[in-house]
Nanobody, 125 residues
Framework: VQLQASGGGLVQPGGSLRLSCAVS????????IGWFRQAPGREREFVAA????????HYADSVKGRFTISRDNVKNTVYLQMNSLQREDTAIYYC???????????????????WGQGTLVTVSS
């Protein structure tokens, strides 16, 4: 399984971006996909995830109501729509895939098996 994140860029505060995570390999629909981010000098943190087993969505409190995760099982792609972006959202965003995650584990980066290369999001005026 290979993942490729794209869609990052420079955006002003209050603006929007949509990140994409293209996943190659078979049985895409069986993988839960998560988005994580890492800002300079900070640890990687959970942003959002889509759990394949029940199609549920999960968000960090810091992005709830502003970010939306979705997936297209035909295109093997997961999206992260980011609205009302804030300077604190500046980070490298990574997508990751895992099979068999349960809800209580969905935010744990160490349980994801496959990772994309990351895409940089910069929120600045």
């Amino acid at each position: 399984v290979q993942l490729q994140a794209s869609g990052g860029g420079l955006v002003q505060p209050g603006g929007s971006l949509r990140l994409s995570c293209a996943v190659s390999g078979h049985t895409f629909s069986r993988y839960s996909i998560g988005w994580f981010r890492q800002a300079p000098g900070r640890e990687r943190e959970f942003v959002a995830a889509h759990k394949s087993s029940d199609n549920s969505e999960h968000y960090a409190d810091s992005v709830k109501g502003r970010f939306t995760i979705s997936r297209d099982n035909v295109k093997n792609t997961v999206y992260l729509q980011m609205n009302s972006l804030q300077r604190e959202d500046t980070a490298i965003y990574y997508c990751a895939a895992s099979r068999g995650l349960i809800t209580s584990s969905i935010r744990r980066s160490n349980l994801y098996d496959y990772w994309g290369q990351g895409t940089l999001v910069t929120v600045s005026s």
